[in-house]
């Protein structure tokens, strides 16, 4: 089955009246906006890819082909900000940055083993202006891994302006020369966390 825009759109409003309700008692980041871009992206990740994602993974997830029922069932226990599904290749991370590396391994291992495959790293903004991320894409284009990043760039740390908290106009994934650097914009209609009417934290 192909993945709309109205059926993630669908699944996140699911999440988000779960959450409002109380039914999911642990917190959740929730998606919105760049739907098209990311089936775009997804149109080229294989199901034998490696996906490494970061809190805000829902989308990457049913994008990957994971099946909603298992997806929901992980979100309404707890780990929505963490979802690992190791039987279809797919990582995620709420610890900001930390998962970048780890996908850079991964990538250098399947250069090593000549396999066809590729690994896709997914990071918000304000993740790659960190160290980690600026060490981890210098490192994959040096040695030319087969790892896609993908920037989600919506100009935000959690409530704070990210051109603004470096005070430039462009951030240093703008000014990329490694082809495999990916990026698209997008704004929310959900906060930073939670759904926006029940409070979490």
């Known amino acids: ?40 992206i997804f149109s080229r990740v294989s199901p034998s890819d490696y996906v490494f994602s970061t809190w805000r993974s829902h989308y990457h997830a049913l994008l990957k082909g994971i099946p909603q029922a298992k997806i929901l069932e992980k979100i309404i226990s707890g780990n929505s900000i963490s979802l ?77 302006d990210t051109r603004k908290v470096w005070n430039t106009p462009t951030l240093s994934y703008q000014n990329s020369t490694f082809a495999n650097v990916l990026s698209y914009r997008y704004q929310s209609e959900y906060p930073h966390a939670g759904a926006g009417i029940r409070v979490q934290f």
């Open 1 to 40: 089955m192909a993945i709309t825009k109205e059926f993630l759109i669908e699944f996140e409003k699911q999440v988000a009246d779960l959450f409002n309700s109380g039914k999911i008692r642990a917190p959740v980041h929730l998606s919105s906006g760049g739907e098209a871009e990311l089936i775009d």
């Open 84 to 160: 690992n599904f190791p039987e279809y290749n797919f990582f995620s991370s709420a610890i900001v940055g930390t998962h970048i590396p780890v996908a850079v391994g991964v990538a250098y291992a399947l250069k090593t083993n000549s396999s066809n495959n590729s690994v896709w790293c997914f990071m918000g903004d304000m993740a790659s202006e960190t160290g980690i991320a600026h060490t981890s894409i210098k490192y994959a284009a040096r040695y030319n891994l087969p790892i896609t990043f993908i920037i989600e760039d919506n100009n935000l740390s959690v409530c704070t």
